[in-house]
């Protein structure tokens, strides 16, 4: 049923309509009709941050742990910028979430007014798409074209500018099935003859790997499951990136771990060696590939991504299949069951040989310590005494976030929420409360840096206002523990403002909340330490004073290809040229 | 070069796409571009070529269908065959890009820029540039005794030509649309 209704209400009405039932947000002059919208319904729960961009992140975390877009609303001006980095971070990882910002009145764009920001100018970049709404009648069309471009194809972050007095003025309000079909429809199926050649590849590979990624998450949890009985079926190993993790349980008898700059020895070295390589939503990333011109020299490349751009735009592939990864693997398990479920069984077992000899050589041990605690080892307990809880995990970002990546298991997609493409510091507060939100009875543990979880920490008072119990696991070296890592790897030991000075007492700072926390620091109380956390209701800040100079092993370093990885201290003596060093 | 003297890049005489994908050799390419006529679409253009370190060659747009609302934008860009072809599908994932052509590939096609020029001068020269302007088809839209403002329709080529021409009989100003392109037969 079309009606009138103010373009505030229209707003708020677009948000239930979409499904919406959560949004994070902070008022400002050019957002109050809205606000005073959201005052008088039930329906929408208002969630109060301390900082925009504390919103976008949480946003974010609701959609990656939900599937449903995540829906942040801020002012304009300085509320619309601090909004940037988030819109870039869920850009580049692909998550749909709608911002709307206010604007000045219409009549003001231009003029320099107060709180006024050029935000679809700004936007522009760091959006899958973004509207300035000047007309009240064109609102609700452009609300829910929003949430549309954010979610289908590949999902990203979109805005809508809406200037002041386009809330204060009465439109038509068209509903979700009133409003025009959007043009916007991208192809979702594959290409049948690409993925039957995929197929016939499959079927006589000696040496094929799964290389899965995001894609295969964001298209939900229907391709999580092809995977599975895909990759069962056949027996083909399976790597995956950082954003994939969870796609492929890693209790799975054919999971053989991250891959990438901080990647397992036996995924790397699987990508490096395999004669086919099956990219099922992943994007060839350089935290991925290494040195492009020896990057897996010997195999044939297939490649299934929803965005036909992601093709050949760093690795030219031999089968391209643009489509989702859910309709694709669908299509690709019929065929090649219809084909007579074959695959190269003695090439296979010889693989498998390989990579278990790969996997002996336990990439990931660690000199363990009686006296400090080791990174690796409050990780290995974190997952030893959290493991079958209905656990979701944020990070930060740096080397606890790869050590997260390594030590942490995950069984199921959406339950691992990390800033993977912009690599944004501040990330997993705001997005552990974002999760909370979405999952209020799940236990949500940030696991984060010192260094990281400052960025955003004022948003511990959002997490006490609203009673979202998250845990932060706050691996402590006092130091910006990648930066170091790097410094000590690619400059001389020059530890230039790697350190952090003058940090707060965390058990302090989590009382000024109203938080508890607790500092732990010896090995041996490091489960009680745990057990305290998870068992108490309420925020919590645990700050484990780690091992300062741990490096994060394995690593290939920049400029290099998958088979000359770093995996311990003893390796790395002139192992870095200088040419890396120009690389991030 | 072959004895069939084709050009690298060129697949207008194959029914086959003749370049090598993996070619470092850059070449240019007229794409058009129809676009849903929004706010803000040309600087979406323009910023995903500056922002991911394209070339813009040349530029033009208008709306082309009024009521439908679409917009042709041509551009001349260069690029190696695997920068091209990304440039086609980082333009064709905008939301209001409908299609992208690239008119260089896809067969034959007609290119034409408008150009005005300004020549001033006196005596032979003068006379010299009207004779120019004749034979390459040129109008004389502007005239005074010093000067004439020539309007000339043709390829980048010709135009480059006519230009070259008329600066040692003084050219003063030139002022040049940027290519508008489409593709022959139907």
Redesign the interface.
């Known amino acids: 049923m079309s009606r009138q209704m103010t373009g505030a209400r229209m707003v708020v009405q677009a948000l239930k309509d979409q499904g919406v039932d959560v949004v994070f947000g902070y008022p400002g002059g050019a957002v109050l009709p809205i606000y005073d919208e959201i005052f008088q319904q039930n329906d929408i729960r208002h969630i109060l941050v301390r900082h925009e961009q504390g919103a976008v992140h949480m946003a974010e975390g609701y959609a990656r742990s939900t599937g449903k877009p995540g829906v942040a609303l801020v002012t304009s001006g300085p509320g619309a910028t601090n909004a940037v980095t988030g819109l870039t971070d869920a850009l580049m990882d692909s998550i749909p979430i709608v911002v709307l910002t206010g604007q000045v009145p219409t009549f003001m764009i231009g003029t320099d007014g107060f709180q006024e920001a050029d935000t679809?100018?700004i936007t522009?970049?760091c959006t899958?798409?973004n509207w300035?709404v000047k007309d009240t009648e064109t609102l609700a069309q452009t609300l829910h074209q929003a949430f549309h471009?954010a979610t289908k194809?590949?999902p990203g972050p979109v805005l809508i500018d809406i200037p002041k007095d386009v809330q204060f003025a009465t439109g038509t309000y068209q509903g979700p099935r009133e409003a025009k079909q959007s043009?916007?429809q991208p192809k979702v199926k594959g290409d049948i003859d690409a993925i039957t050649k995929l197929v016939e590849m499959m079927e006589k590979a000696e040496r094929p790997v799964f290389y899965t990624g995001g894609g295969v998450i964001n298209s939900g949890p229907a391709a999580s499951q092809l995977l599975r009985e895909l990759a069962d079926a056949t027996g083909i190993p399976v790597t995956s990136t950082l954003m994939g993790l969870g796609a492929y349980p890693a209790s799975g008898k054919n999971w053989i771990g991250m891959l990438g700059m901080h990647g397992l020895y036996e995924a790397n070295l699987a990508m490096h060696g395999c004669d086919l390589m099956i990219n099922l939503g992943a994007r060839f990333d350089d935290r991925i590939t290494g040195r492009l011109a020896d990057f897996s020299p010997r195999s044939k490349k297939a490649h299934v991504d929803i965005?036909?751009?992601s093709?050949?735009?760093v690795i030219?592939v031999d089968v391209p299949i643009v489509g989702d990864v859910g309709h694709v693997l669908e299509d690709l398990l019929k065929v090649w069951k219809a084909r007579g479920r074959k695959v190269n069984k003695e090439g296979l077992a010889k693989w498998w040989g390989l990579i278990d000899q790969w996997k002996a050589k336990n990439c990931l041990s660690y000199k363990p310590s009686q006296k400090t605690i080791k990174p690796q080892y409050a990780l290995e307990r974190l997952e030893a005494l959290t493991r079958g809880r209905d656990r979701y995990i944020t990070t930060e970002v740096g080397q606890h976030q790869m050590w997260a990546a390594q030590f942490l298991h995950f069984d199921a997609p959406n339950r691992w929420m990390t800033s993977g493409g912009l690599g944004t510091m501040g990330y997993g507060l705001p997005a552990s409360i974002g999760v909370q939100i979405a999952h209020p009875d799940a236990l949500v543990i940030n696991v984060a840096g010192e260094a990281s979880w400052l960025m955003n920490m004022q948003e511990m008072g959002t997490a006490m206002q609203f009673r979202a119990p998250v845990k932060q696991f706050i691996l402590n070296n006092e130091r910006l523990g990648m930066v170091r890592q790097w410094q000590q790897l690619l400059h001389g030991e020059r530890y230039s403002s790697s350190w952090s000075e003058s940090l707060p007492d965390f058990v302090k700072l989590a009382e000024a909340f109203g938080a508890k926390g607790a500092k732990v620091e010896n090995p041996k109380d490091m489960d009680d330490a745990i057990m305290a956390m998870i068992e108490y209701d309420g925020p919590y800040i645990l700050d484990v004073m780690v091992e300062k100079h741990e490096n994060c092993f394995p690593m290939i370093p920049s400029g290099k290809p998958h088979n000359e990885m770093l995996l311990g201290d003893a390796s790395t003596e002139g192992a870095i040229q200088s040419g890396g060093a120009v690389l991030v | 070069m072959s004895a069939l003297n084709i050009k690298k890049g060129s697949s207008s005489h194959s029914a086959y796409d003749l370049r090598d994908p993996h070619s470092e050799i850059a070449e240019t390419h007229t794409l058009a571009v129809l676009v849903e006529n929004e706010p803000g679409v040309l600087a979406r253009v323009i910023g995903l070529f500056s922002g991911r370190g394209y070339n813009i060659d040349s530029l033009t747009v208008a709306e082309v269908d009024h009521t439908g609302h679409r917009s042709r934008i041509t551009v001349v860009t260069r690029g190696t065959p695997s920068v091209i072809e990304q440039i086609k599908a980082q333009l064709g994932r905008l939301v209001p890009v409908y299609e992208v052509h690239d008119l260089t590939v896809e067969g034959p096609s007609v290119e034409r820029e408008l150009a005005l020029f300004k020549v001033a001068g006196t005596g032979e020269k003068r006379i010299e540039a009207l004779r120019l302007a004749e034979i390459f088809r040129a109008n004389v839209v502007d005239s005074t005794l010093q000067s004439f403002v020539f309007e000339m329709t043709g390829t980048p080529a010709k135009i480059d030509a006519f230009a070259e021409l008329m600066r040692p009989l003084g050219l003063a100003d030139v002022a040049r649309t940027g290519v508008a392109a489409l593709a022959r037969g139907v």
Do not use: E, F, Q, T
Request: cysteine-free; charged content about 30%.
């Open positions: 679809v100018g522009r970049p899958k798409h300035l471009v194809g590949r043009r916007y965005d036909p751009s093709i050949n735009k030219h």
